[in-house]
């Protein structure tokens, strides 16, 4: 029989983890689509965590300005600042593909503070709430969570597996990813690969967006709120592997966790935690964990 | 007069700074079997490459099936019907056999289909759902050129499928080759292998620094074996 202190433990251990599976799935759609990007436009896009939050914003101007409910937020949101990264990548980001990798960081990281300072000015930064879509809780027996957290964590994987699915078992994947190997050849077969390039940007703008309507009930709605995110999905997509679509919904689910349990043991690491890991990950495997040399 | 296929005139092309092509101009019938031979670094890749727009620098003049190719991107002239199977192959590591084959769109009808294509190369339908990348050599091969059939192109451009393979699989696609021609298919073939080209082709166009030096058709290449040996240097 245990004793009463183990299974306190235990229930501590379990409750931390699913809370860290909550954050687990932001990281994971927002290294996802970083990883979609990455692959394609060999641009790393720091203008993730500007996309997410404007995907939260334009959920919360919906609600607030046009009495649109969060339900259909979840996909006009992703559709306004999917044709919004669209724009962008035929206005700027094709400009610097033949350039250095630091001209694609430069370009999105000033992006990323313009359009979070534009969001500050107009609307500040303490931040709005956004009213929960789904009330109620649910008893998992060794902790209550609010069903809305639970949905976000079911409806994460489902957009994890599909976007899987997408990019690793259809034509249009197929495409995609022949292209992300030897753009001119699949060019020269007759494809048009910068409408592909475009559309993939749009994309994995648009997985950043749904990730802000996501997260709009349980966070503030600010122009900052993907700032600090933005940073350990970065982390998560080191330690994952550039590029790689399974690796970086494995490793954003897995990471959350990880940063839940720490809290158990040792809470004031649990912020640190993800960046030991991306440490140890670049000295024993540089590529990351699913990553391969290029 | 028809005009032909493919009328190459003054083709000069560019990598960066260096000049490549100095106005190539040559010339295939539908039907036809066509080879550029010359030695390494003679411009038969480049001329390929600029056909189908792969390279982006050149100016002159590529007219296929009568209109005007120089100046369109290379997913454009694919799509008149040209279809390309590179030197090094071009097979794709993140997708399998199958998924190889279907890569290539189809940009006119009549192209082959799955079945006929695995059956005109066996070895591919058994590996199927083996990662591109894990076949043999001779296989790769047989994938290069099997995928491009499905895609309904009436003009192939074959960059070396000899190269580095044992003899058998040179017959092999020697007599793929032919079943293709047969099929009424138009072939521009590129070749280091002067006997495997000897035995297939129709007409062939002899490459020098860039420049078309001289041509000559199946039935006097045989005489003329002194100085084609002289332009190869073999």
């Not at chain 2, 190889?100 to 289909?113: A, C, D, I, R």
């Not at chain 2, 080759?177 to 099929?183: E, M, N």
Request: net charge neutral.
């Amino acid at each position: 029989m245990l004793d009463a202190d183990t299974i306190d433990l235990l229930n501590r251990i379990a409750s931390q983890s699913t809370l860290g599976l909550i954050n687990g799935a932001f990281y994971a759609i927002l290294s996802m689509g970083l990883a979609v990007i990455f692959g394609m436009l060999n641009v790393i896009n720091f203008t993730h965590g500007a996309q997410y939050m404007m995907g939260a914003f334009a959920a919360w101007l919906m609600l607030t300005e046009l009495n649109i409910p969060f339900w259909a937020a979840l996909v006009l949101s992703p559709l306004i600042v999917g044709l919004f990264g669209v724009v962008l990548e035929k206005l700027l980001l094709k400009r610097i593909y033949h350039l250095d990798h630091l001209y694609g960081f430069l370009l999105t990281f000033g992006l990323a503070l313009v359009i979070e300072g534009l969001f500050q000015w107009r609307w500040g930064s303490s931040g709005a709430p956004y009213p929960s879509p789904i009330s109620g809780g649910i008893n998992l027996g060794y902790m209550y969570i609010p069903t809305y957290r639970g949905f976000v964590v079911v409806a994460a994987l489902v957009i994890c597996l599909a976007t899987w699915y997408g990019i690793e078992r259809t034509r249009l994947g197929g495409y995609l990813r022949a292209a992300t190997e030897n753009p001119t050849l699949v060019r020269a077969f007759g494809i048009n690969v910068p409408r592909l390039i475009t559309l993939t940007y749009g994309l994995g703008v648009a997985l950043a967006a749904l990730a802000g309507v996501l997260a709009a009930p349980i966070q503030q709605v600010s122009a900052v709120m993907g700032t600090n995110l933005v940073l350990t999905v970065f982390a998560v997509v080191v330690i994952g592997g550039m590029g790689s679509i399974m690796g970086s919904i494995v490793t954003g689910f897995g990471l959350g966790m990880l940063e839940g349990m720490t809290k158990v043991v040792y809470p004031p690491a649990s912020n640190t935690v993800i960046f030991v890991v991306m440490a140890i990950v670049l000295l024993v495997k540089p590529a990351g964990l699913f990553g391969q040399t290029k | 007069m028809v005009e032909p296929l493919l009328k190459v005139e003054g083709l000069q092309a560019w990598y960066g700074e260096s000049h490549i092509l100095h106005g190539v101009g040559f010339e295939i019938g539908r039907g036809e079997l066509v080879t550029l031979l010359g030695r390494n670094g003679a411009g038969k890749t480049t001329t390929l490459k600029s056909v189908l727009g792969i390279v982006t620098k050149r100016s002159g003049s590529v007219r296929f099936d009568g209109g005007e190719t120089v100046g369109r991107p290379s997913d454009e002239i694919a799509r008149l019907g040209l279809a390309y199977c590179p030197e090094e192959r071009g097979i794709f590591s993140s997708l399998n056999v199958e998924e190889n084959l279907l890569l290539p769109p189809q940009v006119k009808p009549g192209g082959m289909s799955l079945a006929e294509i695995y059956q005109l190369f066996p070895n591919l339908q058994e590996r199927r759902r083996s990662q591109g990348t894990k076949l043999s050599g001779g296989e790769q091969q047989m994938l290069a050129i099997g995928r491009i059939l499905r895609t309904g192109a009436n003009l192939l451009l074959l960059d070396e499928p000899t190269e580095g393979l044992a003899p058998v699989i040179v017959q092999r696609i020697g007599e793929i080759i032919r079943q293709l021609k047969a099929r009424g298919l138009t072939i521009l073939l590129v070749e280091q292998n002067f006997h495997f080209a000897v035995a297939v082709a129709d007409r062939h166009y002899i490459m020098e620094d860039g420049r078309i030096v001289d041509t000559m058709t199946a039935a006097n290449v045989r005489q003329n074996l002194g100085k084609l040996q002289a332009h190869l240097g073999v």
